[in-house]
């Protein structure tokens, strides 16, 4: 099998280390290297697969990475795609988290950065430029979208908002039924019991995490690493930009509320979790891997064993939900299609995709320079222009424009 799909697997690999930006900047780059470079999915089918992991919790950039190695080789390629996918982020985020004593935050070189943030944007609009025909069609997905992008963008960061909007944009385009009618073939008999497994792995996290904390058993900080890490895995919408959030209250705000009742509750000191939150901004790969280095600075004061063991430990229960999310619940996404309501459901549901990203555009280039008297406002519109006419017009590799850019930063 690694034979057979070693393009593949080289395809991801080099995605996974040129992929800055977030998950909406991943669509782009997706589209770039699995649909025009190396045709392993279609547009349409990248179109599905990322407005189907909208709907889950968890790592929607992944989640769809990973659902293209289902579709080329079913899931023993689709965990291969995931495990190369996060392997190399979460690796720089995991040291990180043992050289952030050594290094001080202001001599990171994070100039060499500046102009990733216009590139990403380029990404993004290079991935509308190809979705929007497609997603676009009518008057009633116009108004999804407008409203959508409207909507998120005045809302960024807040969790329920992306969720809502794919229910709301799913329900607005089942009012007509003219469109698409409900065929004669009948969907096979969905089998829920694979759900069942992410669902204990979630309760027995939570019953060993409170044995271990009431008990105080000695391992009790990497069970309760697992859970904490695990659950937020398996709760958050909106990506790493909400996750963050949670990492930030659970592990340096919660600890201080409950000093009294639970003196040996995991802490991360505000400061240390600022910067890794600064860091993996930088690092190519989904923004989850930041819960390597919250691992390794989780038990960090239980020797380097235990740190890398706190890495390993956010690396897997970060990412496990997801994966048994997307995994388990495809299957029965793709035979539910079948059905017509979820069919017209889709309509509304890329058309709210593509509201979301023209948000994540317009809430990137907001704090990029561009009218400023300075050299660097002209360099950022020829980046995000660049971006898209190299995308649209060349076969560059998206590594090769990923070089550019931080050339760019480094010298100017």
């Not at 889950?56 to 769809?64: F, H, K, N, R, V």
């Not at 799913?170 to 069942?196: D, H, L, M, V």
């Amino acid at each position: 099998m690694l034979l057979r799909h070693f393009a593949f697997l080289r395809a991801v690999l080099t995605h996974s280390v040129t992929a800055f930006g977030g998950p909406q900047a991943h669509i782009g780059m997706m589209m770039r290297t699995f649909v025009k470079e190396t045709p392993y999915v279609t547009e349409k089918e990248l179109m599905e697969y990322n407005a189907f992991c909208q709907l889950l919790p968890g790592a929607s950039s992944t989640q769809t990475l990973t659902l293209i190695g289902y579709k080329r080789g079913g899931v023993p390629l689709a965990i291969l795609t995931l495990i190369i996918w996060i392997l190399p982020a979460s690796t720089l985020m995991g040291a990180f988290s043992f050289l952030l004593g050594y290094i001080d935050k202001k001599e990171l070189g994070t100039d060499i950065f500046k102009f990733i943030p216009p590139m990403a944007a380029g990404f993004l609009g290079y991935a509308i430029l190809h979705i929007f025909p497609h997603a676009i069609r009518n008057t009633i997905t116009w108004i999804i979208m407008l409203v959508s992008a409207g909507a998120t963008y005045a809302l960024f960061g807040k969790t329920w908002v992306i969720p809502a909007l794919i229910v709301a944009g799913g329900i607005a385009t089942n009012f007509s039924q003219k469109r698409i009618p409900q065929t004669a073939e009948k969907p096979r008999k969905i089998r829920w019991w694979n759900f069942w497994l992410f669902g204990f792995i979630f309760i027995a996290a939570g019953i060993f995490s409170e044995l271990a904390r009431s008990n105080e058993w000695e391992a009790r900080k990497p069970i309760n690493l697992f859970e904490n890490t695990y659950r937020m895995g398996s709760l958050v919408f909106g990506g790493g930009q909400v996750l963050m959030p949670l990492m930030y209250e659970q592990w340096s705000v919660r600890p201080e509320t409950v000093k009294d009742k639970n003196p040996n509750a995991i802490q991360i000191d505000q400061e240390k979790l600022y910067t890794g939150m600064g860091i993996v901004q930088a690092v190519p790969g989904p923004v989850f891997s930041i819960a390597s280095f919250t691992g390794g600075m989780a038990l960090s004061d239980m020797g380097v064993p235990m740190q890398v063991l706190g890495c390993i430990i956010g690396m897997i229960a970060i990412f496990l939900p997801s994966a048994l999310l997307v995994l388990f619940f495809f299957p029965i996404w793709h035979n539910l299609r079948k059905y017509a309501v979820v069919y017209r459901s889709l309509e509304g549901i890329n058309a709210v995709v593509v509201g979301i990203l023209l948000a994540s555009t317009f809430y990137i280039v907001r704090d990029i320079s561009f009218i400023e008297p300075k050299t660097v406002s002209l360099v950022n519109i020829g980046v995000i222009a660049g971006t898209i006419l190299l995308l649209q017009f060349t076969r560059i590799l998206p590594p090769f424009i990923v070089m550019i850019c931080l050339a760019l930063g480094y010298f100017l």
